[in-house]
Structure formats: structure tokens, C-alpha cells
């Protein structure tokens, strides 16, 4: 289980690193208001895990992915489901939030997304 937290735009290297729980996908976790990116490891929740003790915010933590061979970003995770934000979906269901989400990954991983 590798997790990669950027920094900046993902290198090769962070991307190679993130690919080893699985090939065509790269899960992706973001602090929405911080921009703290984590990507890689086998669950949401192993990045999750590191961007609090870097000082992230639960309530901020989403997760999603991106699909390698399509470019395409998902916004999918088991730790999305919380009653108490009204979420009660794996998906983002907040359009705000959503937003945001894709714009922290576009800002990490352009390279390795849809245009």
C-alpha cells in the first residue's frame, strides 16, 4: 500500500508509486479547503488517515479516483457516506463540494486527466 501525498503536479514517479494497488486506476483523496491531495493505497481511508495527521479536516476529506486509460475523474468512495453532511452516497452528492474536489485534482494530475 502506497500513498503518495502531493506536493505539487504528480510526477511520473508519484504516479508509478500509486499505480501498485491497481494499474488503470488512481484513487485520489483531497482536503476540499486545504488542498492536501494524497493519492494511491489500497482504500480511500489509508489516505484519509495521513491527511489528518497532516492536519486535514474529516469533514473536508472526499475521495474519488481517476480512471487512467479514460482520463476521466470519479468522485466514488466508501469514506463519502456521512449522515451528518447529508451524503448518504458513496458519490458527492454536493455539486460545491464536487466542484471542488475536481478542480484540487485537476490542479495536482492535469496531466493524467480529460481535457
Known amino acids: 500500500m502506497s500513498v503518495v501525498i502531493l506536493k505539487k503536479s504528480a510526477s511520473a514517479e508519484d504516479i508509478q508509486k500509486a ?3 491497481y494499474k488503470s486506476y488512481i484513487k485520489v483523496t ?3 479547503e486545504k488542498g492536501f491531495v494524497a493519492i494511491g493505497g489500497e482504500f480511500h ?3 484519509e488517515e495521513k491527511l489528518l495527521e497532516l492536519g486535514a479536516t474529516q469533514e473536508n476529506i ?3 479516483g481517476i480512471n487512467l486509460e479514460t482520463g476521466e475523474i470519479e468522485t466514488n468512495a466508501i469514506i463519502n457516506i456521512r449522515s451528518k453532511q447529508n451524503n448518504l452516497s458513496a458519490d ?3 455539486s460545491e ?3 471542488k474536489f475536481i478542480k484540487t485534482v485537476e490542479k495536482y494530475l492535469n ?3 480529460k481535457k
Open 97 to 99: 463540494i464536487r466542484e
Open 19 to 21: 499505480q501498485e494497488e
Open 30 to 32: 483531497v482536503d476540499i
Open 92 to 94: 458527492v452528492l454536493d
Open 62 to 64: 472526499w475521495g474519488g
Open 111 to 113: 496531466e493524467y486527466t
Open 45 to 47: 481511508a489509508d489516505s
